[in-house]
């Protein structure tokens, strides 16, 4: 099973469509995403498809009725503890039409600037995915590793300057980003 993992560009009906086979769905949502469930069988003389009722993950995750689940997530070199909260087989109509969907709702995380500071929080994440049956666990190691991913080509590109070379040769200008990002690896190896 092939997982792919994306920001929020990737969290539109196109993307949702293009879903090979054998493969899942893993991105960020916006907090404001109309969601339902399915529509009970009895409503509405049993033609409709979603349910009457929407939420958002926002209220998802302001909702006291749903606990907090936790898990340990290895994230910037330790493992680190992490709240989630997780509602299977909801629908987005205007995005995954009838695909069923699980939203997983991660808590801000706190953290300090130094010992002495105020205490900060880090932003909710909204994640939907396409897989219904793999652990949260899984899914959430998945996305925090796209991020490192995504804070290591940053890097490359600030730091380093790839792919900003000012090459003479047409040949060298594929070479370049290939050695630049080789001698990156090798440094942090």
Known sequence: MLVLAGDGSFCNRTCFDGIPERSVFLVRA???????FRAAVGEDGGRRFYGVEKFTPEQVRQDEGRGWKTTKIFYGGK??????????????QRGAKQRPLRLIV??????????????????????????????AKQLLQIYFDRWQIEVNHREEKDTLGVGQAQLWNATAVPKQPVLAVAAYSALLL
Request: hydrophobic share 30%.
């Open 30 to 36: 916006r907090k404001d995403a109309k969601l339902c």
């Open 79 to 92: 493992r680190r503890k992490i709240r989630y909260k997780e509602v299977a087989a909801v629908y987005w």
């Open 106 to 135: 991660i808590a801000p995380t706190p953290y300090r600037k130094s010992k002495s500071k105020k205490m900060y929080y880090r932003d909710p994440a909204y994640l939907l995915t396409s897989d219904l049956r793999s652990p």
